[in-house]
């Protein structure tokens, strides 16, 4: 059986289980650093450090908080805002499905749906690894992991985090 989850943890705490015996992961807050960097210590279920994720305050007062992940073992994950331009292809296909249907609805009424609002009110992230794709979330409703080698604890523990 793991041991239990120490005081220090972050509530809540994932669990395997529904009678929330065998912790899965757990999330320990480190303090804000002097620039307002937030760390969050990931464990795994038995103890064991199994990466990190960081909150980074933006660099002007124009901009969003972004986020970092550390798996050991794994280049540094950055969580970019879908607007960053570091993919060209990705860039082109999120103004057609985003700004299109505003600029539609605001000329002629069509073209925007309460969905389509719903959706826009939550920040997607590119993460990103050596310029690899490595997940994509949408607030905590949605999180797709891309490549194999991401501990999906890690994108749990975000999802515990919230983009906030």
């Known amino acids: 059986m ?5 005081p220090s943890a972050m509530e809540p705490c994932l669990f395997e289980d529904s009678e929330a015996r065998r912790p899965l992961c757990y999330l320990v807050a480190e303090g804000e650093s ?3 960097e937030r760390c969050f ?4 279920g ?4 199994i990466g990190a994720i960081r909150r ?3 660099s002007g007062k124009f901009f969003k908080h972004t986020w970092r992940i550390e798996q050991p073992g794994h280049p540094e994950i950055i969580g970019r805002n ?10 082109v296909k999120r103004a057609t499905d985003n700004v299109v249907p505003e600029v539609l609805n605001a000329v002629t009424g069509m073209g925007g749906d309460d969905t389509h609002n719903e959706l826009r009110k939550s920040r997607t992230l590119d993460w990103v690894s050596d310029g690899d794709l490595v997940m994509v979330s949408q607030g905590i409703k949605s999180l797709a992991v891309k490549k ?3 501990d999906r604890r890690l994108a749990f523990a975000f999802a515990v985090l919230g983009d906030s």
């Open 34 to 36: 002097r620039d307002g």
């Open 56 to 58: 980074v305050p933006p």
């Open 148 to 150: 194999d080698w991401l």
């Open 41 to 44: 210590q990931v464990f795994d």
């Open 46 to 49: 038995r103890g064991q450090r």
């Open 2 to 6: 793991a041991p239990p989850v120490p």
């Open 82 to 91: 879908q607007w960053s331009g570091h993919h060209a292809k990705r860039l």
